[in-house]
């Protein structure tokens, strides 16, 4: 004689089954998510060391060169702005933004626009051009994670530094404003400091233009 299950039981065994696999695709879900984003994570910070930023010669056969004489390389206390330092956000979002423009920098590596000293040295005032409206439109964001007026001592400065750090935040500047050609060669361009310069470079139209008040 044979026993018949009961429609309740039967029900309640549906309903485990469908929890169990619900619950299975949920957590492997989960897994892949966790493994996905790890893997994003290390391929995006991966990207923004120095060694990754040298690895054209663009960069390395260039500006490289001019970085490595100057204060952020190498001073007294050890401490250095590296590559990601001073031109990727720390941010996420602005990061995310920011990795996304510098795909056109990829493709013009593939074009060879730059792949030469000449070829760099001729647009070396369009591209400082552009990087310095990008960092004033962000009020030199990067600078700022390790400088700042409000945390200066204006009197451990020199003078003149000290005169002019206080005048520029009266007057809302940013760094950028005066501290071109801090890590890098300038282009010869006028910057209205001294006597005017001969022949300045055409910057040209820069690829980020600076916001409008």
């Known amino acids: 004689m044979t026993t018949s299950t009961p429609p309740a039981r039967r029900r309640r065994g549906l309903l485990a089954c469908l929890f169990t696999r619900r619950f299975a695709t949920l957590f492997g879900a989960f897994v892949v998510g966790i493994l996905f984003w790890g893997a994003f994570n290390t391929a995006l910070e991966w990207t923004n060391r120095e060694e990754f930023c040298i690895s054209c010669h663009e960069m390395k056969d260039n500006v490289y060169h001019e970085y490595r004489n100057t204060i ?6 050890g401490v250095r702005a590296t ?6 956000p720390r941010e996420w979002t602005p990061k995310i933004i920011r990795k996304i423009q ?11 626009s730059i792949d030469t ?13 552009s990087e310095w409206a990008r960092m004033k439109s962000v009020d030199s964001r990067e600078c700022r994670n390790c400088h700042d007026f409000q945390h200066m001592d204006f009197a ?12 520029a935040m009266k007057d809302n500047m940013t760094c950028i404003d005066c501290h071109k ?4 060669s300038l ?4 910057q209205n400091i001294g006597a005017p310069k001969a022949n300045p470079a055409d910057l040209g139209k820069p690829e980020i233009t600076e916001p409008t008040h």
């Open 83 to 88: 590559c990601p330092d001073c031109h990727v």
């Open 72 to 77: 952020h390389y190498q001073n007294r206390t």
């Open 156 to 167: 451990e400065q020199n003078t003149r530094s000290g005169q002019q750090h206080q005048q």
């Open 117 to 129: 000293p000449e070829k760099f040295n001729a647009k070396r005032a369009q591209l400082a051009s």
């Open 187 to 190: 282009p010869p361009i006028e």
């Open 181 to 184: 050609g801090i890590a890098h």
């Open 102 to 112: 510098a795909s056109n920098e990829l493709w013009h590596h593939l074009l060879g």
